[in-house]
C-alpha cells in the first residue's frame, strides 16, 4: 500500500479526513487500485482513501462532491465486472480498514458488521457458536461483505440458501450528500418501501454502504458430499434436472467438465479422474435423517443416469479437498492456459446439456478452448475462455467469444451474469436484455438515491442518463 | 372499476388516466380494504388478468397474472408436485398480486421467508401507462436493479403489479405437525430455543392465543424419514404435553382474517414475552371476538376481533404501538372501521429512510396519482 507523498494536492485534501496515511496519490500506490478482478481494463484514479468510520466516508464524499470527483466504491477489489474499476478524475473510497464486527445476536441470529468484514469471517467467528453465514462466492476468504451487498453475491450453496439480498436485512449508507441513512431493519417487515432490495445489487451506484446487518443461520446437522464423474456434460446435466425433478433441494450441485477437471486436478492435490467428460460436486445438508435419505435418493439417480464413479468423501478433510478443488477452479485456469477470460451467464437448468453443446460448437468454430464450471442447480454458467493474450489479437477474439457466450445465454431466456455484476464489463449487453422502459424504470431508482450520479456514474447503464425533475412524465 | 384483460389493455388505462390527471388505486380481489383506504378517481382491478403466462416445471418457475388467487395457482403447481413457498391467508379469495403488493405471508415463512425470498421477476404497468419488467425467469440474476423486490410491499403506490416470476419448490411428499398447548409466552421462546439448539428444522412454527395460553404448532416437512426422525427428536426434548390436534390451521386462519379490525405487530423474537404483555394480551383484551397468533421465530404477532369499544381500542393501540415502535418493531392496523382509522394512523411512525422513500415515489408517481396518501407517512 502506498503512502502519500509531502504535499501532493490531492492527498492534502483528505488527509485530514481519514489521516495521510490512508490517503493515496502517488502512482506507484494507485496501482494497487487501477483495476479489480477485472484485470484487463485498468483506469488510475485520481486518489483512493481509506476511512475508518461512516463519518469519515461521508466527509470523504461530502469533499469530493465540492471537488466535482466521481467516487468509486471499493471492498476487496475481488469483483469481476470491473465495479470498482476506477474512472478517470475519480476518488476511490475503500472499505478496507473497516473490519469491525459491530454487534452479535445470538438469539435473533442478526450480526452487524463494517462493510470491509471478510465474508468468511463472519462464519468463522460464529463457528464456535454453531453457526455460519450463508452466502459464499468463492472468494469467500477475501471478498468483503460491502462488497457482496454491492453484487448481491451468491456462491455454490445458494441454490439452497439463496443470496446476499436473502441474508442481509438492513444497512448503513451514506448518500451524496453526505447524508447518513438506516435502512430496513433487523425486525421483521419494517414499514414502507424495501429499500434493502434496492441498495443490494446496485453495485455500488447508490451509494457507500457502511454497515451490515446479516442475518445467520444455525449450521445443519448433517452435510453429505457426493462427487460423480459422467462420459459427458449431456448425462451430468441430466442427472442434475432428474434429482430436482425427483423434489430434492441439494445445497449445492456443481458441474465441471473435462477441463476444467484438469486444471483443477493440475492445480490442487485432489484425485480426480482425468479420462471423463464431467463431474457433479454435490452437498446435501439438513437434519441428519433427511439428509440420510436425499443423499441416498440422489445417489440412485446418479448411477440410473450412469455415473462413472461415485466417490462420498471419508472425512471432513477430504470433503474440504474436493469443495477447495472447486473453488479455486478460476485460478486453476492458470495452469493450463496464460490467461483465461470468466464469463457469467445464466440459462433455464432443463437447457444446460443444450447450451453446452452450444458452448462446443463456438469453442470448435472459433479455435479456443472454453472449460466450463459452473452452479449447475441454478443454471449458472461460468465458461472460461482460454487465450493467450501474448499472441497477436488473441484477447480481443477471446472476449468477443465470451459475449457470444452471453448472446446464447439471452437467446434461451436467461441472464448476462448471475453473481458477477454488470459494472464495466456488461453495461452494453443491458441493452439486449432489457428494453429502454426497463432501464429506464431501474433508473427512477439511481436518480431517487443518486441525482447527481456521483456514484459509479459509467457503470450498469449502456447509456448516458440524466435524472430530470419530472421523470415519469410523458 | 376497470377490468384489463391484458397488460396492454392496463397500460392504455393508465395512460389515460395520466393525461386526465385521474387518481389511481388497485386492488385484487374486489374488497374494499386493508390499511390503504383513499379515495380514488379510478380503480382497476387485476379480476381479469387470471391465468398462468408460463410454467416449466423441471425448471421450478412459474410466470402468473396478478390476479390469479394464491389457490388456484397452487392447485395447478400441485399437480406438478410442485408449490409456491408463500401461505397468505385466505388463500382461495387472495390474489398473487395482492398478496406481492402487501408483502403477505403465513407461517411458512419461518423457514421461506417473504415474497421478495422467492420472487425472481415482474412485469409492471407504470403510473404513465409504459411496461417494464424487471428480473427474469432465472433464479439467478444480478443483472440490473431489482425492481421485483422493490415492488413487495409498495401497495401499489409505486406501479401497477402486472405479472410475477416466482422461483418454486417441491411440494414436500410429508409434513407433520406437533401441537404443544397451554404454552406461555416464555414457553414459547424456551420451545424455539431448543429446535434451533437441536438443529430441528421445522418449516412453520405458529402459536395461536386462547386468552389464556398459546397453543404452538410446529410442522416439519420434507421426505418422511426426516419429518419422522425430528418429530421424535422435539417430543424428546420439549417435554411437554402435547395435544392430538392435527395442526391449528383454523385458529390461525381466524387470527389472520376475522373480525372488522386485524392488527401486525413485529418485534424481535427475544422480545417475545414482552410482545405478548404490552401487545398481544391488552389488543386481545380490548376487542370482541378476538383471536391472535404469534410466528415466534420471525418475531411477529397478528390479532384481530371486532371494534366494540373505541375508545378502549384505540388506547390499547396506541400504547401497543408505542411500546413496539420503542423497541425496534412496528404496529400497522391493516384493517380497521372507520372510527379507528380516522383516530389512529393505520401504519405509524414513518422510518429514518422515509426521504429516500418519498424520492422514489417522485420518480415513479410524479403527479402522485396511485393511491396517493393511502402508505406510510402519507406517501
Known amino acids: 500500500m502506498g503512502t502519500a507523498g509531502p504535499g501532493r494536492?490531492?492527498?492534502?485534501?483528505?488527509?485530514?479526513?481519514?489521516?495521510?496515511?490512508?490517503?493515496?496519490?502517488?502512482?506507484?500506490?494507485?496501482?494497487?487500485?487501477?483495476?479489480?478482478?477485472?484485470?484487463?481494463?485498468?483506469?488510475r484514479p485520481a486518489a483512493v482513501v481509506l476511512p475508518a468510520t461512516t463519518d469519515e466516508v461521508a466527509r470523504c464524499i461530502v469533499r469530493a462532491v465540492e471537488l466535482g470527483m466521481p467516487i468509486v466504491p471499493r471492498g476487496s477489489g475481488t469483483g469481476l465486472s470491473?465495479?470498482?474499476?476506477?474512472?478517470?478524475?475519480?476518488?476511490?473510497?475503500?472499505?478496507?480498514?473497516?473490519?469491525?464486527?459491530?454487534?452479535?445476536?445470538?438469539?435473533?441470529?442478526?450480526?452487524?458488521?463494517?462493510?470491509?468484514?471478510?465474508?468468511?469471517?463472519?462464519?468463522?467467528?460464529?463457528?464456535?457458536?454453531?453457526?455460519?453465514?450463508?452466502?459464499?462466492?468463492?472468494?469467500?476468504?477475501?471478498?468483503?461483505?460491502?462488497?457482496?451487498?454491492?453484487?448481491?453475491?451468491?456462491?455454490?450453496?445458494?441454490?439452497?440458501?439463496?443470496?446476499?439480498?436473502?441474508?442481509?436485512?438492513?444497512?448503513?449508507?451514506?448518500?451524496?450528500?453526505?447524508?447518513?441513512?438506516?435502512?430496513?431493519?433487523?425486525?421483521?417487515?419494517?414499514?414502507?418501501?424495501?429499500?434493502?432490495?434496492?441498495?443490494?445489487?446496485?453495485?455500488?451506484?447508490?451509494?457507500?454502504?457502511?454497515?451490515?446487518?446479516?442475518?445467520?443461520?444455525?449450521?445443519?446437522?448433517?452435510?453429505?458430499?457426493?462427487?460423480?464423474?459422467?462420459?459427458?456434460?449431456?448425462?451430468?446435466?441430466?442427472?442434475?434436472?432428474?434429482?430436482?425433478?425427483?423434489?430434492?433441494?441439494?445445497?449445492?450441485?456443481?458441474?465441471?467438465?473435462?477441463?476444467?477437471?484438469?486444471?483443477?486436478?493440475?492445480?490442487?492435490?485432489?484425485?480426480?479422474?482425468?479420462?471423463?467428460?464431467?463431474?457433479?460436486?454435490?452437498?446435501?445438508d439438513?437434519?441428519?435423517?433427511?439428509?440420510?435419505?436425499t443423499a441416498d435418493a440422489a445417489i440412485t439417480i446418479l448411477e440410473r443416469i450412469g455415473a462413472l464413479e461415485i466417490r462420498n468423501p471419508h472425512d471432513e478433510s477430504e470433503r474440504a479437498l474436493?469443495?477447495?478443488?472447486?473453488?479455486?477452479?478460476?485460478?486453476?485456469?492458470?495452469?493450463?492456459?496464460?490467461?483465461?477470460?470468466?464469463?457469467?451467464?445464466?440459462?433455464?437448468?432443463?437447457?444446460?446439456?443444450?447450451?453446452?453443446?452450444?458452448?462446443?460448437?463456438?469453442?470448435?468454430?472459433?479455435?479456443?478452448?472454453?472449460?466450463?464450471?459452473?452452479?449447475?442447480?441454478?443454471?449458472?454458467?461460468?465458461?472460461?475462455?482460454?487465450?493467450?493474450?501474448?499472441?497477436?489479437?488473441?484477447s480481443e477474439r477471446a472476449e468477443h467469444v465470451a459475449s457470444e457466450i452471453l448472446q446464447i445465454c439471452i437467446k434461451y431466456g436467461g441472464s448476462i451474469t448471475g453473481e458477477h455484476g454488470v459494472g464495466a464489463d456488461k453495461a452494453a449487453y443491458m441493452g439486449e436484455m432489457f428494453s429502454d422502459d426497463d432501464l429506464e424504470t431501474m433508473h427512477y431508482v439511481r436518480c431517487a438515491f443518486d441525482a447527481t450520479r456521483t456514484f459509479n456514474p459509467t457503470k450498469v447503464f449502456p447509456a448516458p442518463r440524466i435524472c430530470g425533475d419530472r421523470a415519469g412524465v410523458r | 372499476m376497470h377490468a384489463p384483460a391484458s397488460l396492454e389493455e392496463a397500460s392504455g388505462l393508465?395512460?389515460?388516466?395520466?393525461?386526465?390527471?385521474?387518481?389511481?388505486?388497485?386492488?385484487?380481489?374486489?374488497?374494499?380494504?386493508?390499511?390503504?383506504?383513499?379515495?380514488?378517481?379510478?380503480?382497476?382491478?387485476?379480476?381479469?388478468?387470471?391465468?398462468?403466462?408460463?410454467?416449466?416445471?423441471?425448471?421450478?418457475?412459474?410466470?402468473?397474472?396478478?390476479?390469479?388467487?394464491?389457490?388456484?395457482?397452487?392447485?395447478?403447481?400441485?399437480?406438478?408436485?410442485?408449490?409456491?413457498?408463500?401461505?397468505?391467508?385466505?388463500?382461495?379469495?387472495?390474489?398473487?398480486?395482492?398478496?406481492?403488493?402487501?408483502?403477505?405471508?403465513?407461517?411458512?415463512?419461518?423457514?421461506?421467508?417473504?415474497?421478495?425470498?422467492?420472487?425472481?421477476?415482474?412485469?409492471?404497468?407504470?403510473?404513465?401507462?409504459?411496461?417494464?419488467?424487471?428480473?427474469?425467469?432465472?433464479?439467478?440474476?444480478?443483472?440490473?436493479?431489482?425492481?421485483?423486490?422493490?415492488?413487495?410491499?409498495?401497495?401499489?403506490?409505486?406501479?401497477?403489479?402486472?405479472?410475477?416470476?416466482?422461483?418454486?419448490?417441491?411440494?414436500?411428499?410429508?409434513?407433520?405437525d406437533v401441537v404443544f398447548p397451554a404454552c406461555d409466552a416464555a414457553a414459547l421462546r424456551s420451545l424455539c430455543a431448543t429446535m434451533t439448539q437441536a438443529q430441528l428444522e421445522p418449516s412453520a412454527v405458529y402459536a395461536t392465543f386462547d386468552a389464556t395460553s398459546y397453543a404452538c404448532d410446529v410442522r416439519f416437512e420434507g421426505f418422511p424419514a426426516g419429518v419422522a426422525a425430528q418429530r421424535e427428536a422435539l417430543l424428546a426434548l420439549a417435554q411437554r404435553e402435547r395435544s392430538e390436534d392435527a395442526s391449528l390451521d383454523d385458529g390461525h386462519e381466524a387470527a389472520r382474517t376475522a373480525g372488522d379490525v386485524q392488527v401486525k405487530i413485529t418485534a424481535a423474537p427475544s422480545m417475545l414475552e414482552d410482545l405478548h404483555a404490552r401487545a398481544v394480551a391488552p389488543l386481545y383484551r380490548a376487542l370482541g371476538a378476538a383471536h391472535a397468533v404469534v410466528y415466534p421465530f420471525v418475531g411477529a404477532a397478528f390479532v384481530s376481533g371486532d371494534c366494540t369499544d373505541v375508545p378502549r381500542l384505540l388506547s390499547a393501540l396506541a400504547a401497543a404501538r408505542a411500546w413496539a415502535e420503542s423497541a425496534g418493531g412496528t404496529l400497522v392496523t391493516t384493517e380497521a372501521p372507520a372510527a379507528i382509522r380516522d383516530a389512529f394512523d393505520p401504519w405509524g411512525a414513518p422510518p429514518p429512510s422515509f426521504a429516500l422513500m418519498r424520492a422514489l415515489k417522485e420518480r415513479f408517481d410524479p403527479q402522485r396519482r396511485l393511491s396517493p396518501g393511502g402508505f406510510v407517512g402519507g406517501l
Open chain 1, 82 to 284: 470491473g465495479g470498482a474499476l476506477p474512472i478517470v478524475g475519480a476518488l476511490v473510497i475503500g472499505t478496507s480498514r473497516m473490519r469491525a464486527i459491530l454487534e452479535v445476536d445470538i438469539e435473533n441470529q442478526r450480526m452487524r458488521v463494517q462493510p470491509g468484514v471478510i465474508n468468511l469471517d463472519i462464519s468463522k467467528h460464529l463457528a464456535p457458536l454453531g453457526y455460519y453465514y450463508a452466502p459464499d462466492p468463492s472468494s469467500q476468504s477475501v471478498c468483503s461483505i460491502g462488497g457482496n451487498v454491492a453484487e448481491n453475491s451468491g456462491g455454490a450453496h445458494c441454490l439452497k440458501y439463496g443470496f446476499t439480498i436473502n441474508h442481509v436485512v438492513a444497512l448503513t449508507i451514506v448518500l451524496a450528500s453526505g447524508e447518513v441513512v438506516e435502512i430496513g431493519s433487523s425486525v421483521a417487515d419494517p414499514l414502507g418501501y424495501d429499500l434493502t432490495s434496492a441498495v443490494i445489487g446496485s453495485e455500488g451506484l447508490l451509494g457507500i454502504v457502511t454497515e451490515v446487518v446479516v442475518r445467520f443461520l444455525r449450521k445443519p446437522q448433517a452435510t453429505r458430499t457426493v462427487f460423480a464423474t459422467f462420459p459427458s456434460t449431456d448425462e451430468a446435466g441430466e442427472a442434475v434436472s432428474q434429482i430436482i425433478s425427483a423434489g430434492i433441494v441439494p445445497a449445492a450441485i456443481e458441474m465441471m467438465d473435462a477441463l476444467a477437471i484438469e486444471a483443477i486436478v493440475a492445480s490442487t492435490h485432489v484425485d480426480w479422474p482425468l479420462d471423463v467428460g464431467a463431474a457433479l460436486l454435490m452437498d446435501v
Open chain 1, 322 to 394: 474436493m469443495w477447495k478443488g472447486r473453488k479455486g477452479a478460476f485460478a486453476a485456469m492458470g495452469r493450463i492456459s496464460p490467461n483465461y477470460y470468466v464469463q457469467d451467464g445464466v440459462i433455464p437448468r432443463s437447457d444446460i446439456a443444450r447450451v453446452l453443446r452450444e458452448i462446443a460448437e463456438l469453442s470448435r468454430r472459433s479455435g479456443f478452448r472454453i472449460a466450463n464450471v459452473f452452479h449447475a442447480g441454478d443454471g449458472n454458467l461460468h465458461p472460461l475462455v482460454l487465450y493467450d493474450a501474448r499472441s497477436g489479437d488473441e
Open chain 1, 9 to 43: 494536492e490531492g492527498c492534502m485534501v483528505f488527509a485530514d479526513i481519514v489521516g495521510a496515511e490512508n490517503c493515496i496519490t502517488d502512482p506507484a500506490g494507485l496501482r494497487v487500485y487501477e483495476c479489480d478482478g477485472l484485470t484487463g481494463t485498468r483506469v
Open chain 1, 286 to 293: 439438513g437434519y441428519a435423517a433427511e439428509v440420510e435419505e
Open chain 2, 14 to 176: 393508465l395512460h389515460e388516466f395520466a393525461a386526465k390527471r385521474r387518481t389511481v388505486g388497485f386492488t385484487g380481489a374486489d374488497r374494499s380494504g386493508g390499511p390503504l383506504r383513499v379515495q380514488v378517481d379510478e380503480t382497476v382491478s387485476t379480476r381479469a388478468l387470471a391465468e398462468i403466462v408460463e410454467y416449466v416445471p423441471t425448471d421450478q418457475i412459474v410466470t402468473v397474472q396478478a390476479g390469479m388467487t394464491v389457490a388456484r395457482l397452487q392447485g395447478a403447481l400441485r399437480e406438478h408436485k410442485q408449490r409456491l413457498a408463500l401461505d397468505p391467508p385466505a388463500p382461495e379469495r387472495t390474489t398473487i398480486g395482492g398478496a406481492v403488493a402487501s408483502a403477505g405471508y403465513g407461517p411458512l415463512r419461518t423457514r421461506y421467508g417473504t415474497a421478495r425470498d422467492v420472487i425472481v421477476g415482474m412485469t409492471i404497468v407504470r403510473a404513465d401507462g409504459t411496461i417494464a419488467r424487471g428480473g427474469g425467469k432465472v433464479v439467478k440474476n444480478v443483472a440490473g436493479f431489482d425492481i421485483p423486490k422493490l415492488m413487495v410491499g409498495t401497495y401499489g403506490t409505486l406501479a401497477m403489479v402486472g405479472t410475477i416470476t416466482f422461483r418454486l419448490h417441491p411440494l414436500p411428499p410429508a409434513s407433520s
